[in-house]
């Protein structure tokens, strides 16, 4: 096992907006991929699963997370509902292996765990990630 960081995205209420307009969620969804693809690309790690509405990605760099989570965060920050989606995000280093593009451990718990704490809009980041960062 290594040490790799998580950033682990959700979309906050989403049942609910997919309840209230279908047609206006997918559209608010493929959006919010597009901008995590291109967030997570631009600072160096793969998007490795979808999860609904929400993205799991990878990074050598606890700081490379952060990046792409500040980038997404500020780029989502509006949006085509007439409420505007409000993204959790969790970041967490820890011990994790690979295989066939995807990724196992106790890491990935604690990230998904850590990102069902945070609201729509927050970033969260586990100590062991802010430790790495500092």
């Not at 160096?44 to 609904?52: A, R």
């Not at 280093?93 to 998904?112: I, K, Q, V, Y």
Request: charged residues 25%; proline residues 3%.
């Amino acid at each position: 096992m290594a040490t790799t960081t998580f950033l682990f995205t959700d979309i906050e209420g989403s049942t609910r907006l997919w309840d209230a307009d279908g047609d206006a969620m997918d559209t608010e969804l493929r959006r919010h991929d597009a901008i995590l693809e291109e967030a997570v690309s631009e600072a160096g790690g793969p998007v490795f699963k979808h999860t609904g509405d929400g993205m799991l990605a990878a990074f050598d760099s606890p700081a490379d997370a952060v990046v792409a989570a500040a980038h997404a965060q500020r780029s989502l920050d509006g949006g085509d509902l007439g409420v505007p989606i409000k993204v959790r995000m969790a970041i967490h280093a820890g011990e994790a292996s690979e295989r066939a593009g995807d990724f196992f451990g106790p890491a990935l718990n604690r990230a998904s765990r850590i990102m069902d704490a945070a609201q729509g809009g927050h970033v969260m980041q586990s100590a062991s990630a802010a430790s790495l960062v500092r």
